[in-house]
């Protein structure tokens, strides 16, 4: 059974940073790619960023670019997400999430969530 494990979140002031973890179990980590989504109170869960099986390549959606990045780390089963310049629209639940087959990288289909973990930005 697949168990995504998020970590990291928290309270930060506008411009801080913070370092959001997902901790991986049940299969073979390595064979999937990963990605990270958000929700914020009163709106619809979206993408944020994927990484490829292998951590050669990722997306990020237009806000995330230039401030948050996404890797991993496949001999720990972990994938991260640093974020950086925080504003408090970035004020959200942030899951860790993977598809339930080993599909052709970028994939659109995820299966697996964590329960996910709330960062907060204050102005």
């Known amino acids: 059974q697949v168990q995504l494990v998020e970590s990291g979140g928290g309270l930060v002031q506008a411009g801080g940073s913070l370092r959001l973890s997902c901790a991986a179990s049940?299969?073979?980590?390595?064979?999937?790619?990963m990605g990270w989504f958000r929700q914020a109170p009163g709106k619809e869960r979206e993408f944020v960023a994927a990484?490829?099986?292998?951590?050669?390549?990722?997306d990020y959606a237009d806000f995330a670019k230039g401030r948050f990045t996404i890797s991993r780390d496949n001999a720990k089963s972990t994938v991260y997400l640093q974020v950086n310049s925080l504003k408090p629209e970035d004020t959200a639940v942030y899951y860790c999430?993977?598809?339930?087959?080993?599909?052709?990288?970028?994939?659109?289909?995820?299966?697996?969530w964590g329960q996910g973990t709330q960062v907060t930005v204050s102005s």
């Open positions: 049940g299969r073979t980590f390595r064979w999937y790619t």
């Open positions: 999430a993977a598809p339930s087959r080993m599909l052709t990288y970028p994939v659109k289909a995820y299966d697996y």
């Open positions: 990484v490829s099986s292998k951590g050669v390549s990722t």
